[in-house]
């Protein structure tokens, strides 16, 4: 820690703005980071779920209004939009999600979340930041912070957007059933940032465009006629057919997709029967499909209604029994970073933070739903980028937790830090777009 601070006090954040050199205020960001690590801790101590996030949602709108934001909700759940005018100019959104995931945190951090939450299913489950969004919240703060502090570097319209439910993939899509771009300036250009759990703290990642994965969730209701575990041939065995199912379900890829498309299909969850000697009537099981273009995506669910289909039919069953396949609506879209925007952006950051700490990240098939900021009427170039959180020292220390992992735990003044002056300089550089 001690090693990375020096180097963030000696480092010279610098960006191009008219041809000049844009001086990120390095000194503002040591003196403000003591009050950002205490929201960190206080967001980290206190995650809520998925359309659960009240008191998240009800502290970012205060501290917005407190640097003079005119704060804006009703786009469903607990999203809000906050507006700060700042003369003529471009309008530029920066989003950051607020909600947390059903696990229990195993850091041992001394601020570790004992939180517990009620989920959809009405269990009592164990809440924890895993994905890092807490560190988004706060860097969100720390930028609403240094762009209000520092108006006189830019001129134009800043929209803050504290979004619910990224994780159920539910938020984004209720911004727009809600008319976010109807009822507030329209953007030229939306940014947000993730954690990555494999980059080191100070550097940041890039990546020009397709990003992040299309993500469907898809229930597969696997019908059979149970009887007698001593019995089969009077049955038709829903457990036979699905372990069927999910071994022909793994071709699809490796059979059907061409191999210079990156895709998955994952069965996430199966569940069927109540004791050793019955076969049952029915078997449920839960798939996530991946992939970065509709053709591919469109291949893989077409894929999975035939082998449904057929390996039914070839079980035995009628018509009328053949499995059930559900998608969950809303689907999310693959994350296709605009290629001139990561074009504008890469060498401020560049500039920023010396080449050596900007790295071109690989795609990935986890998902995003900041990619429909992009997707509306009104076109809106978009660029997410990845944050480094590993500690230095631990780099080398073989396989690191993942996000969603119970040991995930952000290095947080480095990760903080670079967050906010990589945000502030890349909004800065759009306000003074020529």
Same mark, same amino acid.
């Given at each position: 820690?001690?090693?990375?601070?020096?180097?963030?006090?000696?480092?010279?954040?610098?960006?191009?703005?008219?041809?000049?050199?844009?001086?990120?205020?390095?000194?503002?960001?040591?003196?403000?980071?003591?009050?950002?690590?205490?929201?960190?801790?206080?967001?980290?101590?206190?995650?809520?779920l998925s359309m659960q996030e009240m008191k998240t949602s009800k502290l970012m709108g205060q501290l917005l209004k407190e640097k003079?934001?005119?704060?804006?909700?009703?786009?469903?759940?607990?999203?809000?939009?906050?507006?700060?005018?700042?003369?003529?100019?471009?309008?530029?959104?920066?989003?950051?999600?607020?909600?947390?995931?059903?696990?229990?945190?195993?850091?041992?951090?001394?601020?570790?979340?004992?939180?517990?939450?009620?989920?959809?299913?009405?269990?009592?489950?164990?809440?924890?930041?895993?994905?890092?969004?807490?560190?988004?919240?706060?860097?969100?703060?720390?930028?609403?912070?240094?762009?209000?502090?520092?108006?006189?570097?830019?001129?134009?319209?800043?929209?803050?957007?504290?979004?619910?439910?990224?994780?159920?993939?539910?938020?984004?899509?209720?911004?727009?059933?809600?008319?976010?771009?109807?009822?507030?300036?329209?953007?030229?250009?939306?940014?947000?940032?993730?954690?990555?759990?494999?980059?080191?703290?100070?550097?940041?990642?890039?990546?020009?465009?397709?990003?992040?994965?299309?993500?469907?969730?898809?229930?597969?209701?696997?019908?059979?006629?149970?009887?007698?575990?001593?019995?089969?041939?009077?049955?038709?065995?829903?457990?036979?057919?699905?372990?069927?199912?999910?071994?022909?379900?793994?071709?699809?890829?490796?059979?059907?997709?061409?191999?210079?498309?990156?895709?998955?299909?994952?069965?996430?969850?199966?569940?069927?029967?109540?004791?050793?000697n019955v076969i049952p009537d029915e078997v449920k099981m839960e798939l996530t499909v991946r992939a970065y273009s509709p053709e591919?995506?469109?291949?893989?669910?077409?894929?999975?209604?035939?082998?449904?289909?057929?390996?039914?039919?070839?079980?035995?069953?009628?018509?009328?029994?053949?499995?059930?396949?559900?998608?969950?609506?809303?689907?999310? &879209? %693959?994350?296709?970073?605009?290629?001139? *925007?990561? !074009?504008?952006?890469? /060498?401020? +950051?560049?500039?920023?933070?010396?080449? #050596?700490?900007?790295?071109?990240?690989?795609?990935?098939?986890?998902?995003?739903?900041?990619?429909?900021?992009?997707?509306?009427?009104?076109?809106?170039?978009?660029?997410?980028?990845?944050?480094?959180?590993?500690? &230095? %020292?631990?780099?080398?220390?073989?396989? *690191?937790? !993942?996000?969603?992992? /119970?040991? +995930?735990?952000?290095?947080?003044?480095? #990760?903080?830090?670079?967050?906010?002056?990589?945000?502030?300089?890349?909004?800065?550089?759009?306000?003074?777009?020529?």
């Amino acid at each position: 820690m001690i090693k990375y601070l020096s180097f963030f006090l000696l480092m010279t954040f610098n960006l191009s703005v008219f041809g000049q050199n844009y001086n990120v205020n390095t000194d503002y960001i040591n003196q403000m980071y003591p009050q950002w690590e205490a929201l960190y801790k206080d967001l980290h101590q206190h995650p809520e779920l998925s359309m659960q996030e009240m008191k998240t949602s009800k502290l970012m709108g205060q501290l917005l209004k407190e640097k003079g934001f005119e704060v804006n909700d009703g786009f469903g759940a607990y999203n809000l939009a906050a507006v700060y005018k700042n003369g003529p100019g471009p309008v530029v959104l920066i989003r950051a999600d607020m909600d947390a995931l059903p696990i229990e945190e195993q850091t041992n951090l001394p601020y570790a979340s004992k939180a517990k939450g009620i989920n959809a299913a009405g269990q009592e489950v164990s809440v924890m930041h895993a994905c890092g969004h807490d560190i988004h919240m706060t860097v969100f703060q720390g930028v609403a912070n240094y762009l209000t502090q520092h108006k006189d570097d830019w001129k134009g319209t800043l929209i803050m957007v504290a979004q619910s439910a990224e994780e159920s993939g539910l938020g984004a899509d209720l911004f727009f059933k809600n008319g976010l771009y109807d009822k507030l300036p329209k953007p030229d250009y939306a940014l947000a940032l993730h954690c990555n759990s494999y980059l080191e703290a100070g550097k940041v990642g890039y990546r020009s465009g397709p990003m992040m994965a299309s993500v469907d969730m898809i229930d597969v209701t696997v019908l059979g006629k149970g009887g007698h575990g001593a019995a089969p041939h009077t049955t038709v065995d829903p457990i036979v057919l699905s372990s069927q199912l999910i071994q022909a379900f793994q071709t699809i890829v490796s059979r059907s997709v061409n191999p210079i498309e990156p895709a998955v299909v994952t069965v996430g969850s199966i569940h069927g029967g109540s004791v050793h000697n019955v076969i049952p009537d029915e078997v449920k099981m839960e798939l996530t499909v991946r992939a970065y273009s509709p053709e591919v995506r469109n291949l893989i669910i077409d894929r999975i209604h035939i082998l449904c289909r057929q390996l039914g039919l070839a079980a035995g069953l009628t018509e009328d029994l053949l499995p059930r396949i559900e998608i969950r609506e809303p689907i999310t &879209p %693959a994350t296709i970073n605009d290629e001139k *925007l990561v !074009s504008k952006l890469l /060498p401020v +950051f560049q500039n920023t933070f010396g080449e #050596s700490n900007v790295e071109e990240m690989p795609q990935y098939t986890v998902g995003e739903d900041f990619s429909r900021f992009g997707m509306q009427d009104h076109h809106v170039p978009i660029c997410l980028f990845w944050l480094g959180t590993v500690d &230095p %020292a631990k780099m080398d220390m073989g396989q *690191l937790p !993942s996000l969603h992992s /119970p040991f +995930f735990a952000p290095l947080p003044e480095p #990760s903080i830090k670079t967050g906010v002056a990589a945000m502030s300089a890349a909004a800065v550089e759009l306000f003074n777009q020529q």
